[in-house]
């Protein structure tokens, strides 16, 4: 479900200008997500705060970073406020996780099913996380899955977000 009034547990997805943002756009493109417009997920946590991930580490920012932004806010449709809460208590715990733009390229080599042993468990193990790994990963912690695909967890791109909820 997509709105415009951002609460506590939302997930925003935005725009990222730039060579980042063209490299994560490549990145979504092997991932199978095309070139769309979201490269950025975060977050929006109580007292309009938001937890993201960035290459010096997660870290908790004012949500009014991206007033005037192109954010879309999403959430699973029936998302209760117990969940919501238990959403935002997991973000605290990802506080300074590092980020791994190398995450894109283990999800295309999940992606094209090439034979990498260990790699879900070296994904799991380095706690590295790009901003849709930590989103899903948030929720996770909460007991809420977003997707009922079988995929593996952390296997999640901000355009996989989006198509997920945003439709």
Known sequence: MKHTNPMPGDIGLTQ???VTG???RLGQWLNGDGFA?????FLVLPDNRLLEAVPG???IRSLSEYTGANALYVC???LTEQQRSAICDAATRYIGVPYSFLDYLAIATHRFHLPVPGL???IASTRHMICSQLVDQCYLDAGVHLFADGRWP???TPMALYKLLAH
């Open 16 to 18: 990222i200008s730039g």
């Open 22 to 24: 063209r490299l994560i």
């Open 37 to 41: 417009d979201y490269q950025h997920a």
């Open 57 to 59: 580490g997660a870290r």
């Open 76 to 78: 699973p449709e029936g």
């Open 120 to 122: 879900r468990r070296y």
């Open 154 to 156: 952390g296997y999640v």
